[in-house]
């Protein structure tokens, strides 16, 4: 079975930085898009990231012009950078990719998640 892996997560002061890194444990084909999504405490779980294969990009308003996605330098991969964080930047940090199968049914691979605190 193939799954996302996650990596890069931890504390930071407010106003620090983290780069998200995600990959997948093995060969995935159909990929559209990759992206990520994040689980904040007392909040609905919600998007983050999204970059299409084309190279499109979208973000969730509270985190633009601090957040970049980005390819990574493997096939597949794909990184988020976190710039100026902020505490209600906490939370679990998931990644994904969307897929499309030969019949182009689409779904959605997911990664554990990893932690990202932001905290004095």
């Known amino acids: 079975q193939v799954w996302l892996v996650e990596s890069g997560g931890g504390l930071v002061q407010p106003g620090g930085s983290l780069t998200l890194s995600c990959a997948p444990s093995?060969?995935?084909?159909?990929?559209?898009?990759m992206g990520w999504h994040r689980q904040v405490p007392g909040k609905e779980r919600e998007p983050v990231a999204t970059?299409?294969?084309?190279?499109?990009?979208n973000y969730t308003e509270s985190v633009k012009e601090r957040f970049t996605i980005s390819r990574g330098n493997a096939k597949n991969t794909i990184k988020l950078q976190m710039n100026n964080l902020k505490a209600e930047d906490t939370g679990v940090y998931y990644c994904?990719?969307?897929?499309?199968?030969?019949?182009?049914?689409?779904?959605?691979?997911w990664g554990q998640g990893t932690q990202v605190t932001v905290s004095s």
């Open positions: 994904y990719a969307e897929k499309v199968d030969y019949s182009f049914i689409r779904s959605v691979d």
């Open positions: 093995g060969t995935i084909l159909g990929v559209i898009a």
């Open positions: 970059l299409t294969t084309g190279g499109r990009t």
